[in-house]
């Protein structure tokens, strides 16, 4: 006997096939191959409220795949499930909006979206390879709040060849997340040619039994085996793995060969495809689809976590007392990634939300500090920064504040995650330690040169809400880094911290204070005005006080976040020489771009800059590789000179 929600697939898939044709683009053939997996999880197998997906006790469903949405569309608005970027603005799907796909102002984005008004899921997708970590962080946040919920992720057999798919099927084992289910759609196409073997359904079959999973293997049209699979999903102490054999393009003859990916039909191929989809229900013998949708189990209620207006941290001397720094502050010297270490265990002491996350290299970003404090909110992802990046993403979906940590080189290859993350307007803080030529001895390949370039492209772009895409930090000193770690958590948004291996005197009084956009000002003079950031504003500093043993006053400034109100740099170079000279330990595209181009705007003021001008080597220290490249001290102090000069 059928299942009654078979007739509805058929109509799913007429839908599918007129919104990707009315949009002019689209997937449907990747599409069409879900309708049943998509058909039994949304309206018989998931516990979700259509009209509240807020509700944090939903089951959820990430979409990977993310290209194949138009069906998830479909069945939500056959739903009538609610969108809108807020529940003050909800509002019912319909199915005449499957019309609006892909427009501008449509909430029906051209991949999954949830910050464009399809709050039904929890993170952008598309990117492939991510949606497993993302469900992941899901999963973490509903172990947190004691909330009992399955996170499904649907993944494609071609995508499954990206590395942070079996970063995250890891994790998972690693953590005991049995809620969480993959479910690899194996229709065996690809977007230029079939997938390759090792992507076949059989063999995704062993990889997946060989890494831990209880391996469920279905027919991905048999509507009866995917329930009879889910069902099993978090009932015992294995993790399942869903295996579904599919066809691309499913119930329109047209759209099942391989040259199909990503081509919408034309409007004269509509009533041929849909003519196909009946031909099939008339085989399988199903009656036409008729009456309301059906409703989906309803979830428990529960809370997330409780949020806060503003989260205070402790004094610093008090935090750094109780991490075991006290006596390196007493002698004035304690490196940025130590105060970060303190700062995220004060921010633990302070909010439930904060959690972190890190890439096994904890005991040097100091993030360790924070794991032996709440080991229930530190989270372990070895040496894998790209899951690590989405599963922060996905705490953040569940309300929690994530802080993801490893050397700041190593977060490079999870640049793309980071962009998903702002896609989604996730609420994660990145921290990279070890940035910079400062690290001396380890070499480049564990220095981060381009980072401030890459992050400063996001502050420089808004995030849709009138806020930076990314607040960036860059603190100089201990009480800097603790400070602007505090700010960062009470930011919504993304950051990112970048912090230094050397220890370095503290510069600012303990009780200072940091400002969005601000700097600080350390020395005030006629002559040059410096910039610093980060390591290099000590170096500035000692440069800045050997000239005024020669008589020769400079401005001295601390330029700690972007974007940043460049006017009182601006302003004190007016009153000087009209001179500014950023020095920093990156490569161009830094601080330096970002005075350069305010001083553009004004037009009454010159920037010079120094900043890492090459591929550096190792050196026994930082200060010597510093000063192989021109960065030292008395480099500074001899560009110094020239500028003052004129």
Known sequence: ??????????????????????????????????????????????????????????????????HSVPIVYATYADLGGVVGKSP?????????????????????????????????????????????SVGAGLALGARLSKIDKRIFVIIGDGESREGQI??????????????????????????????????????????????????QDVDGHKMDQIAAAVAKVGKGSMSIAIVARTQKGWGV?????????????????????????????????????????????????????????????????EAVAKTGMAEAVAKNKLSTRRAYGAALVALGHADERIVAVDGDV????????????FPNRFFECKIAEQNMISVAAGLSAAGYIPFASSFAKFLARGY????????????????????????????????????????????????????????????????????LTEMAANINGLCYVRTHRPDVPLIYPQDATFKLGGCGKLAEGNAVTVVGS?????????????????GVKCNLFDAYCLPMDAEPILSAA????????????????????????AAARSGDVKVFAMTCPRIPKSGKDGDIVLAALGLGVQNIVARLKELARG
């Open 574 to 597: 007016r009153k000087a020489n009209g001179v500014i000279l950023t020095v920093e330990d990156n490569f161009a595209g830094g601080f330096n771009a970002a005075l350069a181009e």
């Open 416 to 483: 793309d995650q980071l962009e998903m993350a702002a896609i989604t307007r996730a609420n994660v803080k990145l921290v990279g330690s070890h940035a910079g030529c400062s690290l001396g001895a380890d070499g480049p390949s564990q220095m981060s040169l381009p980072d401030l370039a890459y992050f400063r492209a996001y502050t420089n772009a808004d995030d849709g809400r009138g806020n930076p895409a990314l607040t960036f930090f860059h603190p100089a000193d201990a009480v800097a880094a603790y400070r």
């Open 362 to 373: 904890s005991n040097s970003t100091f993030a360790s500090l924070f794991g032996k404090a």
């Open 166 to 215: 079996w970063e995250a099927l890891d994790f998972i084992i690693d953590h005991k997340l049995v809620n969480v289910c993959p479910i690899f759609n194996c229709n065996g196409q690809g977007q230029a040619d079939y997938v390759s073997k090792q992507q076949s359904a059989d063999v995704l079959v062993g990889k997946l039994r060989a890494f831990g999973y209880d391996v």
């Open 1 to 66: 006997m059928s299942n009654p929600l078979e007739s509805r697939v058929i109509e799913l898939g007429k839908h599918v096939v007129r919104m990707t044709t009315a949009a002019g683009s689209g997937h449907p053939s990747s599409a069409l191959s879900l309708g049943h997996i998509v058909g039994t999880l949304m309206y018989e197998q998931m516990r979700y409220d259509p009209c509240n997906p807020w509700n944090p006790a939903s089951d959820r469903l990430v979409l990977s795949e993310g």
């Open 534 to 550: 980060g390591y290099m504003t000590t170096l500035a500093l000692a440069a800045v006080r050997e000239l005024e043993k020669a």
């Open 88 to 132: 003050a603005a909800k509002r019912a799907l319909t199915l005449d909006d499957l019309k609006t796909l892909r427009e501008l102002d449509s909430v029906l984005d051209g991949h999954p979206n949830p910050a464009e008004g399809f709050p039904f899921f929890d993170a952008a997708t598309g990117s492939l390879g991510q949606g497993l």
């Open 253 to 317: 003859d047209s759209l099942k060969d391989k040259s199909n990916h990503g081509k919408p039909l034309t409007a004269a191929q509509v009533a041929d495809a849909e003519a196909s989809l009946d031909k099939v229900a008339a085989e399988l013998k199903l009656s036409k689809a008729s009456g309301p949708a059906p409703k989906p189990p309803m979830p428990p209620s529960a809370n997330g976590p409780a949020k806060k207006d503003k989260i205070a941290v402790m004094p610093f001397a």
